[in-house]
């Protein structure tokens, strides 16, 4: 497919003052969830009850579940280390994990069982699941021998392996967005994204722009409407990550670049709000999230410390809406975010600007730069990737859009533009020219 790029008690209690709204982050210890190990995913099955997993790598694991709003945990010890879980419904649910595990529970979480994954090999990790229905399923894998994608129709009674190796791959993310469509998102080395229309009984590339990076995570609002985060290498100081956003099912994509960060656990409590991790400082205690009040049209960040000489790297967030969320760490502990969107987004310093766009991109000629940034001062600025510069321009006066030739910027190829608006934090896309 052609893909064009448009560019129980609570331990300890912090309050968070940001940009003059507070939020509520408290910390649930490991002597309350009863694990020390690394938690890896929660499910937030109501706005009382959550259940999470993990495990110590390639050893045994846990589900630990609370219905009293994290002040009380129960534990299941289980055979291997849990990546992922979902319920269907408020009885029915599965975990995945090392050693080709599937775990069911029919009764909300109180009793496990194993299921047979004897199609695949026990080196497999399972590193995500997804559910359709009470009968249909899908598992991505990673780390074992050959090829795996495991679905089931009939409950997980019996689970089957996809034939066509290499047709999808999963390991970052499956989601079924309605009673057809699925997509399944494969996990660094450039990996595409895969849609079904007919609920995986075959599966389409979509893809990314060859050569952008290496696919993290994505979330569908609907079968059109998603995004994806996408890393790139950074040799200076580890990663660049790109927010990916379509609107035509992923035809086309537009973008947003943020250098020397990180992202990772896009989760989108509401069609408009959205939350993702960033970077962490955990020996210094200064751990950065992402939120979006506008269904990722505009990236934010703010910071936080918890302050208690502990720590803890959060590896996911769940949330039970916009205002509550839960984020399970490395060490056990879980830490819970409320008054979520209180933070107010338009008192913020935006990172990219507020309805910025580039297109078309890819362009074999002109390119029209169109939204609010467009203002007085602002200063355009391209390089190529050698990092030399290659155009600037000094915006003199306001525009609603403003029209730039691509080929003076040189031979066709990639190029970054930098848009520095006064009082604003910089922002840099990506522009393909074509020949």
């Not at 000629?365 to 467009?374: E, K, V």
């Not at 691509?406 to 896309?429: E, I, Q, S």
Request: proline share 3%; glycine share 10%.
């Amino acid at each position: 497919m052609k893909v064009f790029w448009r560019t129980l008690m609570l331990s300890v209690l912090i309050y968070l003052q940001i940009d003059g709204h507070g939020q509520v982050f408290q910390v649930i210890g490991s002597d309350l969830t009863n694990v020390s190990h690394p938690l890896r995913h929660a499910y937030i099955q109501n706005d009382s009850t959550i259940v999470a997993v993990g495990g110590y790598g390639w050893g045994t694991g846990s589900i630990i579940k609370s219905t009293d709003y994290g002040e009380s945990w129960s534990k299941t010890e289980v055979l291997h280390n849990l990546f992922q879980i979902t319920f269907v419904n408020d009885s029915l649910g599965y975990a995945v994990g090392e050693g080709a595990t599937i775990m069911k529970t029919s009764d909300a979480g109180e009793n496990w069982i194993y299921q047979n994954t004897n199609v695949i090999s026990p080196a497999f990790q399972l590193r995500t699941v997804a559910f359709a229905n009470q009968d249909t399923g899908f598992v991505g894998t990673a780390n074992g021998p050959g090829f795996a994608y495991l679905y089931t129709y009939n409950g997980g009674e019996t689970w089957m392996n996809v034939e066509d190796e290499g047709s999808v791959y999963g390991r970052a993310r499956i989601q079924v967005v309605n009673d057809s469509t699925v997509y399944s998102l494969g996990y660094g080395n450039e990996a595409p994204l895969y849609r079904s229309n007919n609920m995986g009984q075959y599966w389409e590339e979509v893809g990314f722009l060859e050569g952008i990076g290496d696919p993290r995570d994505m979330y569908f609002f609907d079968r059109d409407t998603g995004i994806a985060v996408i890393r790139e290498f950074e040799a200076n100081c580890g990663s660049n990550f790109y927010f990916l956003s379509t609107s035509d099912a992923g035809v086309s994509w537009d973008s947003q670049y943020y250098s020397c960060t990180f992202v990772r656990g896009l989760c989108f409590p509401s069609r408009m709000v959205g939350f993702a991790l960033g970077l962490a400082n955990t020996t210094i205690d200064v751990h950065n999230m992402w939120w979006t009040v506008d269904g990722g049209e505009n990236w934010d960040t703010f910071e936080y410390s918890l302050n208690d000489g502990i720590g803890g790297l959060a590896l996911s967030i769940s949330c039970v809406d916009s205002d509550t969320c839960y984020m399970p760490t490395n060490n056990g502990r879980i830490i819970k975010m409320t008054n979520a969107s209180e933070v107010n987004v338009s008192t913020a310093k935006h990172s990219n600007l507020s309805n910025f766009k580039i297109h078309p991109n890819p362009t074999a000629a002109h390119l029209t730069l169109s939204g609010s940034a467009l203002l007085p001062g602002s200063e355009l600025k391209v390089y190529n990737l050698a990092g030399q510069q290659v155009y600037s321009e000094v915006l003199q006066n306001a525009h609603e859009s403003h029209i730039l030739d691509a080929r003076r910027f040189g031979p066709a190829g990639m190029y970054l533009l930098h848009l520095n608006t006064p009082g604003h934090t910089p922002v840099v896309k990506k522009v393909v020219v074509q020949e």
